[in-house]
């Protein structure tokens, strides 16, 4: 059985992921596929992704991967990076399309002024580059990472979520957005822990390592 399997949609920085997953976890097997039937027998599941989130959904539909993407998601560790936290929303207003429902809440665009207002000063979009993580709930996946630690980003949508229990942590642009979720055997990131050098792969080596409880306890 491959211990982790790499979900590969056609959109994710793929081999950043797997070389940095393979530093952390050097005795593991490591699958990057689109296969839905190795996602399926894999012991953990990551599911990175760069780009339009309708995109990412259609190729996740074009290959057959979305009903294994949700079953990971529900039943074993699972990774989500990037859009593959966002995919994970109910809805979002990129392209107005539906995502997994497995998180409650929606996708939304920073807003084209630091205040949200007409005539205030212009927020650059995309969020690129450095930023701080501001942890909101102890976890396993932040074990050895300090309060604060700079991630690096990419992106021009954020997660509002809808149950504040769902939050792992948030990061500032200019106001607080969300920026991690845990729910069960799920934690997702908006940014990128493959990119982000000590504190990024800190976060993934406690991921292969996590023991999240079943749902059913």
């Not at 989130?53 to 991967?65: F, I, K, N, T, Y």
């Not at 630091?114 to 650059?124: F, I, M």
């Amino acid at each position: 059985m491959t211990d982790i399997a790499i979900v590969d949609y056609g959109m994710g920085n793929l081999r950043s992921v797997s070389k940095a997953l393979e530093h952390v976890a050097p005795d593991a097997s490591i699958a990057v596929t689109d296969d839905p039937e190795l996602v399926r027998e894999a012991g953990r599941v990551v599911v990175p992704g760069q780009g339009a989130m309708p995109d990412c959904l259609h190729e996740l539909d074009a290959r057959g991967l979305r009903d294994a993407v949700r079953d990971a998601a529900i039943n074993k560790p699972f990774l989500g990076i990037c859009i593959g936290l966002q995919m994970l929303l109910e809805s979002s207003e990129e392209g107005n399309v539906s995502g997994l429902g497995i998180i409650p809440g929606k996708v939304v665009r920073f807003p084209s002024s630091r205040t949200g207002e007409s005539g205030g000063q212009k927020l650059k979009v995309p969020h690129m580059g450095w930023n701080q993580v501001h942890q909101t709930s102890a976890h396993p996946l932040w074990r050895g990472i300090a309060q604060d630690a700079r991630f690096y980003f990419v992106h021009s949508y954020y997660v509002a979520a809808s149950s504040p229990e769902s939050v792992a942590a948030c990061s500032q642009y200019p106001f607080s957005f969300t920026c991690a979720v845990a729910k069960d055997n799920i934690f997702a990131v908006q940014f990128h822990p493959e990119k982000s050098h000590e504190a990024g792969l800190t976060l993934l080596k406690n991921f292969v390592q996590w023991k999240p409880l079943s749902r059913n306890g």
